[in-house]
Structures are given as C-alpha cells and as structure tokens.
C-alpha cells in the first residue's frame, strides 16, 4: 500500500508540473489526498523542501561516455535531451525559477556535478579536464534553458535529432 | 527635478537587486520614498510590470559584428560579457527567477531577440541564419545562467577574458 508520504509526493509532483511552484499549496495538495495539511508538513517541512525532495534521480550521461572522444560531445548531448522528458524539463525551469532560494541554487549546482562534471572530468585526460567539463555543462544548460524557459520553438521546430546534429559541434569544440 | 515615477523605479531598481524580486514589495518601495503605496500602484500597476518597466535597454552585440566572420563567435561573446555588467546579470536572474509568468518569458525572448538574435541573422549569409543565431544564443544563455543563477565559479576564476578565450570555439562552432 502506498504510504502518506509517497502519495503525498504524487500529487505533489503532478501540482507542480501542473499549476507551477507559485500556485501550488501544502494546503491544496492536503485537500486532494483528503488529509489534515499539518500531516504534509509533518512529512515534508516547507514547500521548497517538498520539492527538493521529490525530485528524481538525476539522468547521468555514464552510458555516453564510453565510445571515441571525438564524437563525445554529441554522445553526452543525446543522453542529455533523450534522458530528460518532458518531466524533466519542466522540473529544470521550476527549479530555476525558484533559485532566489540558496538551497535550490546549491541543489541545481549538484544535479549537474553529479550528473554531468563529475562522470565527464573523469572520463576526460586533459589537466584542466574540470574546467572543460564545466564549460559543457554551461552549453548544455542553455540549451536546456532555451527550451524550457526562454521556449525558442524554433530551435526544436525540426525536430530533436536534428537540433543535435546543430548543437553537438559546440559541446564538442568545448571538449577537444 | 526627479519625477515621482522616475524616483519609484529608481528605488525598485535598488530594492529588486539588493533583496531579490520576492522579498521586494511595492510597499517597501513607497515606504523609502514616503509616498503612499497607491502612486505606486497608479505609476506601474503590478510589481511585475515594475520590474518590467525598469529594465534598461538592451545591451546589443552590434559593434561586435563588425570585422572578419571567423572570430564573430569571440567578439560577440566579449561584447556579452563586457557590457552586461553585475547588475545586467543580476537581473537576467531575476526575470529567470519570475518566469513562470507568460509575459516575463516574452520579455526574455524579445531581449534575447532584439539584442543579439536579430542583429546576428542580418549578419549571417548562411539561408538558415536565423537557426544558427538562436542556436548561438542558447550557448551564451548557457553561460549567463551558469555564472548569474548556478553560481559556478570555477568558470570565473581565471577572469572573464579566460573565460571569453575558452568558450569562444562553442559560439563559432554553431556560426560556422
């Protein structure tokens, strides 16, 4: 049976990606499940703890890093936008958007070290291995933020794997 | 002499940087001025349209387009960060950080589009130009938000013309 604590983060992540961070309440999501709100804070503290809690394991790009360093970029970059949905795009811009908090900035530093830097530095053999790492992980972010946020359609307009084709040079020039 | 308008979005400006858009009220704001929080309201309407309002114009990479093709990718990415200053950055965080509003996010793409996705396709002589600069865009996205919301300062620590030196090769990649 499913506990008060995971039906809780259920309908807590569906309010989220449904309504946004804003309009979603500990007190709404107490009313959907029929339960007293003291039970949701019992559980879950505060609102932003709720949704840093919730999050999924991060995506990792590990099965891109295997195969030849020139086509690095593009490999990382698939992982990237396949391993992340819809879902996950969406928990991209609520977490930014909520990056006033220095918990969540902390938390979006993390997501990307562990799912990105980390594997990534240690698969590279350059000195500055970190630095290269990190500077993908920008590129890769904007494109993420492009989509998600700023929501240029035109940059998906023909479809994912062409964007890839577009966008793996530069991850790459990054890399090399 | 100051107008009243001219002295509220001067205050907002101040308020919106130091304590960040949600702790920022216009009440705070009427109450530096000692005015009444109703001129507020009749000057600007809603703290989003505020912040809004107070956005100074674009900083554009115009000047940056002059001169050979091949180091475009370079002087765009100098001229980014050269003239967006700590304020500039601080507030692309800001309207990231409110983005869940439709009108925030049609400001975000209009300065992205006025300032340097337009001037860039004028540029290009490439028949898909426009895909290209949005495609640049994304990439200088990436690292305004890497350095203004993740806070990775590992990007910065060898001084913004490293930095320009080394993420330069992803912007003209996707030139190119």
Chains 1, 2 share one sequence.
Do not use: C
């Not at 807590?12 to 959907?32: D, H, K, N, S, V």
């Not at 339960?35 to 891109?64: R, W």
């Amino acid at each position: 049976m499913e506990t008060t604590r995971a039906a809780i983060a259920r309908v807590a992540a569906r309010q989220f990606l449904e309504a946004g961070y804003g309009p979603t309440t500990m007190r709404g999501i107490a009313a959907e499940l029929g339960i007293d709100p003291s039970l949701v804070i019992h559980h879950f503290k505060s609102k932003e703890n709720l949704l840093l809690s919730i999050l999924g394991p991060t995506p990792t790009v590990l099965d891109a890093l295997d195969g030849p360093r020139e086509t690095l970029g593009r490999r990382i970059l698939e992982a990237l936008l396949v391993s992340v949905g819809e879902g996950s795009l969406r928990f991209f811009a609520i977490l930014t958007q909520v990056s006033d908090s220095e918990a969540v900035r902390a938390r979006l530093r993390e997501v990307f070290d562990e799912a990105l830097i980390g594997p990534l530095r240690a698969r590279l053999p350059h000195p500055d291995a970190d630095l290269r790492a990190r500077l993908a992980a920008a590129a890769l972010r904007g494109l993420l933020y492009s989509i998600a946020i700023v929501e240029d359609d035109a940059l998906t307009a023909d479809g994912m794997p062409a964007l890839i084709d577009r966008y793996a040079p530069a991850v790459q020039a990054l890399l090399d």
